[in-house]
């Protein structure tokens, strides 16, 4: 029997390929925001094993994917 971190894991993982695969029509920053939840939710997910760490990891990784992306695109 897999474990809820496993099962977690691979739906976040086929979320994650699919969210990607909807990039085509973004800008730089909206992907790199959209690659940072999916990273963040991740991780929270595997540190917390619950909804709420995987809500407040998505939250995070966002806000940092957004940062990133702002300061990498606008030199």
Do not use: F, Y
């Not at 086929?14 to 963040?40: F, K, Q, Y």
């Not at 595997?46 to 990133?68: E, P, S």
Request: hydrophobic residues 45%.
């Amino acid at each position: 029997m897999r474990s809820t971190k496993q099962r977690t894991l691979g739906a976040l993982a086929l979320v994650a390929t699919m969210a990607l695969g909807a990039c085509s029509g973004m800008t730089p920053r909206e992907r790199d925001t959209a690659v940072g939840a999916a990273v963040g939710g991740a991780a929270g997910a595997v540190m917390t094993d619950g909804v709420l760490g995987t809500v407040g990891g998505a939250a995070v990784g966002g806000v940092i994917g957004n940062q990133v992306g702002k300061h990498r695109h606008e030199r």
